[in-house]
């Protein structure tokens, strides 16, 4: 491909606003486009590297067995209402009606296609296990996207099913997969590490994500270095030491004026914040008014308060006029003498005595409130984000909160879509049984983003050989004034062609500095310059990218690199 004719453009200055290095460097290396809020066009570079993980992930598939298919992105909505998920996913889904007036969607995930088609195709158990795949476009209309192809609102996803017996043999599948993903990762230039994770709207038994460690994720680790515990801050459950016993001693009223957040209070009163009690307020998806209490020295970990109520749609916060509804005061809030309110309170604070909390009145709170004594909840459960140095569940060393990037997750959905769907077949008793089905994804443009995130430095992108567009990028320096360099880029670039090894080559007439700029930046494993110098000194400058090693090569040796494959030893320093 010659660079001249390539659609792209470079930009020379960073784009505004743009934190994350796989954004700045994929939008002014003209890799990507942006078109709208988490809309992006690939270029021609983008779509080749986005096409290279493709193949690194549908290798890893087949290698297991999965069977590569395709099914539609547009929906009819009745199916999403059969599973039930058309009513537990908020405004994220795309809803909307075709000429027909029908309720369609547009997917998020294929769980529900798979168990239809299973429900058509597999009949006994000789078909099981199966294990099936396809790239679709997915949409999730997300309320804030960021980071260039970390979070965007259109994408296209791998997603995988594994269809089973019985749960024997689902584990068996999820053991496949979690290998193959190990090795797609390590492929792609990755450390991904599998963390526990929550179901979510997938639901079913367990659910594994593997992260990459990067301080720009938003997803929160709780990692144990001493153990290998990891889990996502969503679900983990770390060791809380027993408070000191005390007597419960009588409420008593005291004022605290402007002692609004816990802090304040705790400074006010001359007390650690562990011995106070927080309230946060939320409304559920369907409208139910949610006190959740935690210890003063804790915070409310939402996602595990989904899961405790069962929400459907998830949390909002409350608004200071739906609490003060139900006899509560932002600031000043507690479950004493609330009305219309689930309570939910974290098992902690059950354990310890004698809590300073909301007295419901501006300006006042109360000491020595105790659980159940002086108010019921409805739910007591562990609802607290695990915090940096707590003791891990496993072997009470201290675990570490580190910020990480999702590319890719596996779930053991069981039989909730299959039931749902009828999709079932005849055992060997001839007794019909609910197949038991898995999930497996994997974001392509996330992935391309987490390579750059881990391959780049100040000069540009250094992608790794498996990923990259092309495998080299030639330059010619002074073919404009000397013939015989610009007839030896033509010509290695015609034998590579010719040898199906097609590489980039630079043919603009632009400086010498521009060229190698933008080589840099662009990131192909291996940079060939022919120049004066290079020629004077005995043949072509071959540079590493990823180190900056450099060596002068005679052309031959580079002609049988580029007829022969692309397998070039790493040079020795100049």
């Not at 290396?29 to 986005?50: D, E, H, K, M, N």
């Not at 997803?219 to 996502?232: K, Q, S």
């Not at 109520?309 to 909002?316: E, N, Q, S, T």
């Amino acid at each position: 491909m010659r660079l001249s004719q390539l659609f792209f453009a470079t930009l020379r200055d960073d784009p505004a606003d743009v934190e994350m290095p796989s954004a700045r460097l994929l939008l002014r290396a003209g890799y990507i486009r942006q078109l709208g809020s988490g809309l992006y066009s690939l270029l021609p570079l983008g779509f080749r590297v986005t096409r290279r993980v493709e193949q690194v992930v549908r290798e890893e598939m087949d290698r297991i067995g999965s069977q590569e298919m395709e099914m539609p992105v547009v929906h009819p909505a009745e199916v999403w209402k059969e599973s039930g998920r058309y009513f537990k996913i908020g405004p994220e889904m795309a809803r909307f009606k075709d000429r027909g007036d029908r309720d369609m969607v547009i997917a998020m995930t294929h769980e529900e296609v798979v168990a239809l088609l299973t429900r058509d195709i597999v009949k006994s158990y000789r078909q099981l296990p199966m294990m099936v795949y396809h790239f679709q476009t997915k949409f999730r209309d997300e309320p804030r996207s960021r980071g260039g192809l970390i979070r965007v609102r259109e994408f296209v996803m791998k997603d995988a099913y594994s269809l089973d017996r019985d749960e024997a043999g689902l584990d068996r599948s999820y053991r496949l997969q979690y290998g193959a993903y190990e090795r797609i990762f390590r492929r792609l230039g990755l450390d991904a590490i599998a963390v526990g994770a929550d179901v979510g709207i997938m639901g079913g038994s367990g659910a594994h994500e593997f992260m990459v460690l990067n301080r720009f994720g938003e997803d929160t680790l709780v990692i144990c270095d001493a153990c290998g515990f990891a889990d996502n801050q969503q679900i983990a459950v770390v060791g809380k030491p027993d408070p000191e016993p005390e007597e419960a001693l009588p409420m008593e009223d005291v004022e605290t004026p402007s002692a609004t957040t816990i802090d304040a209070l705790a400074t006010f009163l001359g007390i650690p914040r562990s011995k106070t009690a927080k309230a946060a307020f939320f409304v559920t998806g369907e409208g139910r008014f949610v006190v959740a209490i935690v210890r003063g020295d804790h915070d409310v970990n939402e996602t595990k308060l989904v899961n405790v109520l069962k929400a459907r749609g998830g949390l909002r916060p409350a608004t200071v006029e739906e609490i003060r509804a139900r006899g509560m005061e932002a600031g000043y809030g507690s479950p004493l003498g609330a009305r219309d309110a689930v309570v939910v309170v974290d098992e902690l604070v059950v354990r310890s005595p004698n809590l300073v909390a909301g007295a419901n009145r501006v300006g006042w709170h109360v000491k020595n409130v105790n659980v159940p004594r002086d108010y019921t909840p409805d739910h007591v459960a562990e609802i607290t984000n695990a915090r940096e140095g707590d003791p891990c569940p496993t072997c009470g060393q201290p675990v570490s909160l580190r910020q990480g990037i999702e590319v890719g997750n596996i779930f053991k959905l069981g039989t909730d879509f299959s039931i749902a769907f009828g999709s079932s077949y005849l055992g060997e008793d001839g007794v019909a049984r609910p197949v038991v089905m898995g999930s497996y994804g994997i974001g392509l443009g996330r992935n391309v983003a987490c390579i750059v995130e881990a391959h780049h430095d100040e000069k540009g992108i250094a992608w790794p050989d498996e990923v990259a567009p092309y495998a080299a990028h030639l330059v010619t320096i002074g073919a404009n004034r000397d013939a015989s360099i610009a007839e030896l880029g033509e010509r290695l670039h015609a034998l590579a062609a010719e040898a199906g090894r097609d590489i980039l080559y630079d043919d603009r007439d632009e400086s010498p500095g521009v060229k190698l700029t933008d080589a840099e930046l662009l990131g192909m494993p291996w940079i060939l310059t022919i120049s004066p110098r290079s020629i004077a000194a005995g043949g072509v400058e071959v540079t590493r990218r990823a180190t900056g090693e450099r060596s002068t090569v005679p052309v031959e040796t580079v002609e049988g690199w580029l007829r022969d494959g692309f397998e070039v030893p790493e040079p020795a320093p100049a």
